[in-house]
């Protein structure tokens, strides 16, 4: 007991692995792969993938055929096939390809299985009835079983598949969640049996505010005080350009592709990155055959809906960087003895105004009215090609009323009438014109975007 407890992997190392083996592309299958690490590399810099035919064509076709496809940024690197003996000395043979997680540290991983439907067409002719699917239609779908199937004690794959397809959102957004791995919390039965129940848009962009929250905080351990708004920005901007390559590649415009993955990683150190893999099931078209990647499926016109599904993820992870915006809009600011920005680096709390040292007089404040005649007298005085407004010495008066604010304005007596250089053309009321504008209108003080002080962000 003790020499197997001594073999058995850390729990950080098992996480670690789970990581990995939704990397391969086998979150939902439960099957694993073969890691190339070396003794000081605490991640491997490729893996070795159990062979599937079906999804070595794929990778062959992608380096043979399509070398300068536009998806290729967003695809793992095949390095060829790769023979290893079991312990029984049977040759096994692997796909080696680059580990997509090498350049990340800690990193969450989520696989959202792509498309309006998981299986092939030749799929639904398969009549062999499995008992391990029926069971896990008693576990997930009860009440989906009918009587011929207690009687059966068995269903298909195919109907195992609709299924699933039909209970998710796989049918209405395109896409599904299958699997997530890296979290500290809980265990992977737990997130498998939350990631089933998910069947609309709201709860899959709130499943998505929390893999952006989870990943910049490490699971609550805040490394590096990364922004959760960043990192989900980071997400949706790759998810644009993948968006775009999928719009433009000849290999995506030529293939049926059933059952393909979008690996989403993020970490805390502000990494993040969106790939596509799991080609078992991805097909040439037929030569008479075109697809919109977007039409509903029927039985014979290979659609895949993978363009939909794509149009969805963007739209959604559009609607999780808004409320994240709301979120941190609501909640960054707290009355604390010290207060935190929202990437969460220390900042000064804000006080009472210095005073000033014995001597100096105070400054007198102009009404709204003054800045009026201010304005207008500098206007008349504009007229002289002789003189100009220019500053002496900037004093800067600080805001302390809002943390949103900084240095919202400069005092009227810093400023001084000079002659004017030759051939220099000067709006003489510009500079009173933004500060009376920016006090009348309540814009940020910062940024000078117009809106409500209460709504700054800077």
């Known amino acids: 007991m003790a020499s197997a407890s001594a073999n058995r992997p850390s729990l950080e190392r098992q996480k670690s692995l789970r990581v990995l083996e939704v990397a391969a592309g086998h979150a939902s299958r439960g099957e694993s792969a073969i890691f190339l690490v070396s003794e000081d590399a605490e991640t491997p810099k490729a893996i070795l993938k159990q062979l599937d035919e079906g999804e070595f064509a794929a990778y062959d076709s992608l380096l043979n055929n399509y070398e300068d496809d536009a998806v290729l940024p967003f695809i793992a690197k095949f390095e060829g096939v790769f023979e290893v003996p079991d312990a029984k000395g049977a040759v096994c043979k692997y796909l080696r390809m680059t580990n997509l997680l090498k350049d990340f540290r800690s990193p969450k991983v989520m696989d959202v299985k792509l498309g309006i439907r998981t299986f092939l067409e030749r799929e639904c002719g398969n009549s062999t009835l499995r008992r391990d699917l029926y069971e896990r239609m008693l576990k997930h779908y009860p009440g989906q079983v009918t009587e011929e199937d207690r009687?059966?004690?068995?269903?298909?794959?195919?109907?195992?598949?609709?299924?699933?397809?039909?209970?998710?959102?796989?049918?209405?957004?395109?896409?599904?969640?299958?699997?997530?791995?890296?979290?500290?919390?809980?265990?992977?039965?737990?997130?498998?049996?939350?990631?089933?129940?998910?069947?609309?848009?709201?709860?899959?962009?709130?499943?998505?505010?929390?893999?952006?929250?989870?990943?910049?905080?490490?699971?609550?351990?805040?490394?590096?005080?990364?922004?959760?708004?960043?990192?989900?920005?980071?997400?949706?901007?790759?998810?644009?350009?993948?968006?775009?390559?999928?719009?433009?590649?000849?290999?995506?415009?030529?293939?049926?592709?059933?059952?393909?993955?979008?690996?989403?990683?993020?970490?805390?150190?502000?990494?993040?990155?969106?790939?596509?893999?799991?080609?078992?099931?991805?097909?040439?078209?037929?030569?008479?055959?075109?697809?919109?990647?977007?039409?509903?499926?029927?039985?014979?016109?290979?659609?895949?809906?993978?363009?939909?599904?794509?149009?969805?993820?963007?739209?959604?992870?559009?609607?999780?960087?808004?409320?994240?915006?709301?979120?941190?809009?609501?909640?960054?600011?707290?009355?604390?003895?010290?207060?935190?920005?929202?990437?969460?680096?220390?900042?000064?709390?804000?006080?009472?105004?210095?005073?000033?040292?014995?001597?100096v007089e105070e400054e007198p404040e102009l009404d709204r009215s003054e800045w009026t005649q201010a304005a207008s007298s500098t206007r008349n005085q504009a007229s002289s090609p002789t003189r100009k407004i220019v500053k002496r010495v900037p004093k800067l008066g600080r805001s302390y009323t809002s943390p949103h604010h900084g240095y919202a304005f400069e005092s009227l007596h810093s400023l001084l009438q000079v002659p004017s250089e030759p051939q220099a053309e000067v709006v003489a009321e510009s500079f009173f014109r933004t500060v009376y504008d920016r006090m009348a209108e309540r814009v940020c003080g910062l940024c000078g975007l117009r809106r409500p002080k209460s709504m700054s962000q800077c």
């Open 151 to 359: 009687v059966n004690q068995g269903i298909t794959k195919a109907r195992w598949m609709r299924l699933r397809d039909m209970s998710s959102t796989v049918r209405t957004l395109g896409f599904r969640i299958d699997g997530i791995a890296g979290y500290r919390r809980g265990q992977k039965g737990d997130l498998d049996e939350e990631l089933t129940r998910l069947r609309q848009r709201s709860e899959v962009c709130d499943e998505f505010c929390t893999f952006a929250k989870v990943a910049a905080t490490d699971d609550g351990r805040e490394p590096n005080g990364v922004s959760t708004v960043e990192l989900a920005e980071q997400v949706l901007e790759v998810l644009q350009l993948m968006h775009s390559a999928f719009e433009n590649s000849a290999f995506v415009r030529e293939h049926e592709c059933i059952g393909s993955s979008l690996l989403l990683v993020a970490d805390a150190y502000g990494k993040a990155g969106v790939f596509w893999i799991d080609f078992g099931k991805t097909k040439p078209l037929p030569a008479d055959r075109k697809v919109t990647h977007r039409s509903p499926w029927e039985p014979g016109n290979h659609e895949d809906g993978i363009l939909m599904g794509l149009d969805n993820m963007v739209l959604v992870w559009g609607d999780v960087v808004e409320l994240l915006h709301r979120d941190r809009a609501s909640s960054g600011w707290r009355g604390a003895a010290k207060q935190r920005s929202f990437s969460g680096h220390s900042r000064p709390q804000l006080g009472q105004a210095p005073k000033k040292p014995p001597g």
